[in-house]
């Protein structure tokens, strides 16, 4: 089993050098919302007349500016008012979470349900980074929930690879082996050529270096955190894991017994926060 995953890697290594392998690009509207966000000249206006060309990302950015964790008494209807609560650069992070769903979908059947599987993992995991990251640092919440988004990025292009190697994909034990091996300095590579910022860049393979030392909570140590949390009751691995040993638990200042969805005074929040992107 170890050669053949060894020969799998090696194959789409070497594909992703050659540019036979295609990484995923971000869509259209996330590429010009972000184009929009890092322009010094952009205002709200700018940002509003990208986003309102796309009509279902207009009424989720509406809904996000609903939302109960925005704690707003008024109720929004339009986008610009959506886009003035939130502001530039939570709408640039939140769009490019929601746009980037319309990325987890493939012709075949088996694929499809992998990548749908990946995409739910990486909902909850966002979720639960937007809450952990409001209530224990003072990082941005917009900006760790979209790290929780990508945080498993790099299993796209595997999975592309694997539904043109049908043998593959039958094989589950090779291909989740495959998986676990590259899909994080593949992640890093995705996100390096979405020209995403240093803080964010290296998510896909520093949330699973548990042993990671850094000098104060990042980012990388919320999506830890919470994709820990996230496997808790599972038969998964990670739900193995020994959390006083995961050093993220430390800088975030958590309790690493801690049960994040059954925090009585985070639950309403988690909740929230789980909704945010549906």
Known sequence: MSQLVEKIRQEIITAIKNDQLVLPTLPEVALRVREAADDPNSDIDTLCSV??????????????????????????EDLRAALMRLG???TCNIATGLAMEQMFQATSDLVDMRMREVWSRSSEVAGISHVLCKHYTRLRPDQATLAG????????????????????????????????????????LILKTWNFPEELAHIPSQHID?????????YADIVTVAMLQSYLGSNSPMAKIDFTKVKAFERLGLDPNMDV????????????????LL
């Open 210 to 218: 548990f042993g990671r030392n850094a000098p104060k909570a990042d």
């Open 149 to 188: 988004l990508v945080h498993k990025i790099g299993v796209l292009p595997i999975l592309t690879y694997a539904e043109e190697h049908p043998a593959l994909l039958k094989d589950s034990l090779t291909l989740d082996a495959v998986i676990d091996q590259l899909h994080a300095p593949i992640g890093d």
């Open 51 to 76: 986003i309102g060309n796309d009509a279902a990302l207009s009424a989720r950015i509406i809904r996000v500016a609903n939302s109960p964790l925005l704690r707003a008494s008024r109720a929004i």
């Open 261 to 276: 969805s059954n925090a009585n005074d985070l639950s309403e929040d988690m909740e929230a926060a789980m909704s945010l």
């Open 88 to 90: 530039i650069q939570y």
